[in-house]
């Protein structure tokens, strides 16, 4: 199926001379952050475990006219954390704002049948590593006032027991987030979250095929009830939910930190 079809959008230089950091790009909602950031005059760190990928991506901005620098990072261990934070600041020479992207899906059962050690590594990739990204590059976001962005989810106001597992890291998250808002404030650092529900994208189209496929139904009836509680009958494409996190990243947020953005269509009003 094909959603429905989005607005009209002409980018604006919202983000020109500034440097954001996109931790986690990959396929879908990374990948969509990357270019509508290079489409606002951002110039892009672009951090993740899949070098090839990443220098694709990176291909892509720099016909846009844009530059990327690539650095091959897995967020969970603490010398390529630091390592990335030292090459950016190094190569790029300022840093305004920092998207932790990155997240990990534990075994979808009910919480009380997931082992204790997957989510652990759940909160390592959800939690620990924006925790630890967010305080190495304090230093060079406090030099330009700029910002940090958590990619959160709507599954904070879910309760399927299937989702339990990824609602308990990202409820940490969100948690994570207000706290450094708190914290890091008075250094001039904005700390902002943003929610998407179902985002029309590569791995949610699989998901809805699976899904699909168990139910006896067509991938067309899993999009329609996904999408028949919002209030646009649609679900949000990738770039949408990029757009509206950038604008956090924009000077016309300059004034909006410690809040969780929700960008679902109109599925949960908050």
């Known amino acids: 199926m094909s959603a429905v079809p989005t607005p009209a959008y002409r980018?604006?230089?919202?983000?020109?001379?500034?440097?954001?950091?996109?931790?986690?790009?990959?396929?879908?909602?990374?990948?969509?952050?990357?270019?509508?950031?290079?489409?606002?005059?951002?110039?892009?760190?672009?951090?993740?475990?899949?070098?090839?990928?990443l220098h694709e991506y990176a291909d892509e901005i720099s016909a846009l006219g844009g530059t990327?620098?690539?650095?091959?990072?897995?967020?969970?261990?603490?010398?390529?954390?630091?390592?990335?934070?030292?090459?950016?600041?190094?190569?790029?020479?300022?840093?305004?704002?920092?998207?932790?992207?990155?997240?990990?899906?534990?075994?979808?059962?009910?919480?009380?049948?997931?082992?204790?050690?997957?989510?652990?590594?759940?909160?390592?990739?959800?939690?620990?590593?924006p925790l630890r990204l967010s305080a190495l590059f304090a230093d060079a976001l406090a030099a330009t006032g700029g910002s940090i962005i958590m990619l959160n989810s709507c599954v904070s106001y879910s309760s399927q027991p299937e989702y339990s597992g990824y609602k308990l890291s990202k409820g940490a998250l969100a948690h994570l987030a207000s706290s450094l808002a708190t914290e890091l404030g008075p250094r001039g650092i904005r700390v902002n979250s943003v929610a998407p529900s179902y985002v029309y994208e590569d791995i949610n189209k699989a998901y809805f095929d699976w899904l699909?496929?168990?139910?006896?139904?067509?991938?067309?009836?899993?999009?329609?009830?996904?999408?028949?509680?919002?209030?646009?009958?649609?679900?949000?494409?990738?770039?949408?939910?990029?757009?509206?996190?950038?604008?956090?990243?924009?000077?016309?947020?300059?004034?909006?930190?410690g809040q969780m953005l929700t960008v679902d269509c109109g599925e949960f009003h908050r």
């Open 212 to 257: 699909a496929s168990q139910a006896g139904v067509t991938h067309d009836d899993i999009y329609a009830q996904k999408a028949a509680p919002t209030d646009l009958g649609r679900l949000a494409a990738p770039e949408e939910v990029a757009r509206a996190a950038l604008f956090l990243a924009s000077d016309l947020a300059t004034a909006v930190t």
């Open 68 to 129: 990327a620098l690539v650095v091959r990072a897995d967020i969970t261990d603490e010398t390529q954390r630091r390592n990335l934070a030292e090459t950016v600041v190094a190569e790029l020479g300022r840093v305004d704002c920092l998207i932790n992207n990155a997240f990990a899906i534990p075994p979808m059962y009910p919480i009380t049948q997931i082992e204790v050690e997957a989510l652990r590594n759940a909160n390592e990739t959800n939690v620990f590593a």
């Open 11 to 53: 980018p604006v230089p919202l983000l020109a001379g500034k440097v954001v950091v996109i931790s986690g790009v990959g396929p879908g909602l990374g990948h969509s952050l990357a270019i509508e950031a290079a489409h606002m005059g951002a110039t892009l760190a672009l951090a993740g475990r899949t070098e090839k990928r």
